[in-house]
């Protein structure tokens, strides 16, 4: 595994009841993040996002060279494979290994119990979930919001359930948003688009497109996106689904 920064990715399910101590101290989704980022800054660089890259090894499924227990796979992680590719991995705690073997057995877990349906998934991006409120797909729904109509080719199925889950943990920098307060006292929020100097512009709640200068200005910067998480409304089966039809989204898919 190599220590290099990658793209972090955020997933959060429940772990199965039978998974041996190493991981069954970090239960939490806090814990669960905290494993998955781990995975992205020491590991993602040579086993891939998904943990796939390898020949013959799948992460994202459990699926090794061969059976690991949870402390073999923690110190695995630590201290390498003698006389292989596989280094040890000096900078990562115990703990953070941990994590990372817990996080590692949710997507295995994920995947041999809940799978989604992307026509369900439909029915809630635009129905209950509002989601055209904000986003586009192929023409269709807002501009405040990222354009989703092709965003299963730059984003896995765990990153774009990390983004309903968790949505302020990653956000890219076409989707950070901006808040202005002129010196009148009047507020106002937008996606920002660029900034200067002297001026702002930005795409405010109304879709207008707005260009503001920074003299009339008492403060400005950025501020929490709008998007709030799904955990707390919506079933793990119903994020299930949404991630299914979000991850169907290709160039020309149609609603």
């Known amino acids: 595994m190599n220590r290099k920064n990658f793209s972090l990715l955020t997933l959060t399910v429940l772990i199965a009841s039978f998974w041996h101590p190493a991981s069954a101290q970090h239960e939490t989704a806090s814990d669960l993040i905290s494993g998955e980022r781990a995975f992205r800054q020491y590991c993602a660089n040579c086993h891939g996002p998904d943990g796939d890259l390898i020949a013959n090894v799948d992460l994202g499924h459990n699926n090794f060279r061969q059976s690991y227990t949870d ?133 405010d709640s109304d879709e207008r497109l707005r260009s503001l200068d920074k003299s009339e200005l008492q403060t400005w910067g950025f501020t929490t996106p709008g998007m709030p998480s799904l955990a707390g409304d919506f079933s793990n089966q119903e994020i299930a689904d949404l991630v299914a039809y979000l991850a169907s989204l290709r160039r020309g898919a149609a609603l």
């Open 71 to 203: 402390e073999n796979l923690v110190g695995i992680i630590m201290n390498g494979i003698p006389d292989t590719p596989m280094p040890p991995t000096p900078r990562v705690t115990d703990e953070q290994a941990s994590m990372v073997v817990a996080w590692l057995r949710s997507l295995g877990e994920r995947e041999e119990g809940m799978s989604g349906d992307p026509v369900l998934g439909l029915n809630l991006f635009s129905g209950r979930g509002n989601c055209m409120g904000c986003h586009m797909v192929n023409g269709e729904g807002s501009v405040l919001g990222p354009d989703l109509s092709s965003i299963a080719l730059i984003r896995s199925s765990a990153e774009l359930e990390s983004s309903l889950i968790e949505p302020d943990a990653i956000v890219q920098p076409d989707s950070r948003f901006f808040t202005v307060q002129f010196k009148n006292g009047e507020v106002i929020t937008g996606r920002l688009l660029n900034h200067d100097a002297f001026t702002i512009q930005l795409l």
